[in-house]
């Protein structure tokens, strides 16, 4: 038996995933709301109304934190929604009985799933980004002018912070996938999960008090302390089409204490994907639609 993670076994497991169609499916959309807000921020707030903050929302470098507000939320559900139908075929298959009696332990093959998942994952949130950015770069020299914002160094940290944001998302659906088995009850999971957060921070922050400060345990609320930092002053400055509470930068937590929230969000949905895989009994599998 194999004693660890193998070139092969990583490979093949990225083939798979490469192979599979949904996420060349979900682009399209994504990349679309990305020339929208740009686009439509530009000619019809800025061009139209001369809104300030739909020129910060479209030219670079400010449009950053508003498009990385927007690929945060999509990569969320687009990745949660393929990382359900990844893991569920598997089982719905009977190819994760075959993979572990070819040898592979069941940490490996979680592991591989998982580096599968993540390396296509960072592939795609690098392709729409920088889709994003020709827009916005298009806008930006139409319009001939430096509008202030992020620093390259400071614009490639709020980039992985971003990224960051998504995992616990993608876990969340590989672990209720590991769990049930089931493309549905990932991608649903994922989806009302989503939905419902923005609802719950929303009605959270408009009771305000102590119901407002419970938003500081969601990880809705810590994902937007994290996107936040760098993000101008004043959240009326801050354009982006992801339909989410947008909570003023006083109101959210410290990004150091964000990040910690996010990180452990992430470890519980790996542990409990993995010890319900290292006890589930495997002989006779059958998977979930």
């Avoid at 801050?238 to 003023?248: D, K």
Wanted: aromatic letters at 8%; proline letters at 4%.
């Amino acid at each position: 038996m194999r004693t660890g993670l193998t070139a092969d076994i990583v490979a093949a497991e990225l083939l798979k995933v490469r192979k599979r169609w949904l996420p060349y499916v979900f682009l399209l959309p994504v990349v679309a709301l990305l020339a929208l807000q740009v686009f439509a921020a530009y000619f019809a707030g800025w061009r139209h109304d001369h809104d300030q903050s739909a020129l910060r929302a479209s030219v670079l470098p400010a449009s950053l934190s508003g498009i990385l507000d927007l690929i945060q939320y999509l990569g969320a559900v687009v990745l949660g929604i393929f990382a359900a139908s990844a893991v569920a075929t598997e089982f719905a298959w009977g190819t994760v009985r075959q993979a572990l009696v070819r040898g592979q332990t069941r940490t490996q093959f979680l592991t591989a799933k998982l580096l599968g998942l993540a390396l296509i994952g960072a592939l795609g949130f690098l392709l729409v980004l920088s889709l994003a950015l020709m827009f916005s770069g298009i806008v930006t020299a139409l319009e001939g002018r430096h509008v202030s914002g992020p620093s390259v160094g400071d614009g490639v940290l709020m980039v992985l912070r971003a990224a960051f944001s998504i995992a616990p998302y993608l876990l969340l659906s590989f672990c209720l996938a590991v769990v049930g088995r089931s493309t549905t009850l990932g991608a649903g999971g994922i989806l009302i999960f989503v939905i419902a957060e923005s609802i719950v921070l929303g009605v959270l922050g408009g009771i305000g008090g102590a119901a407002a400060d419970a938003r500081a345990f969601l990880l809705g609320h810590n994902v937007s302390a994290l996107l936040a930092v760098g993000r101008p002053e004043g959240s009326e400055q801050f354009v982006s089409l992801a339909p989410r509470p947008s909570p003023p930068l006083s109101e959210l937590p410290d990004p150091a204490v964000a990040a910690l929230v996010v990180a452990v969000y992430c470890l519980m949905f790996l542990a409990i994907a993995y010890a319900v895989f290292q006890r589930r009994d495997l002989t006779s599998e059958a998977g979930g639609s």
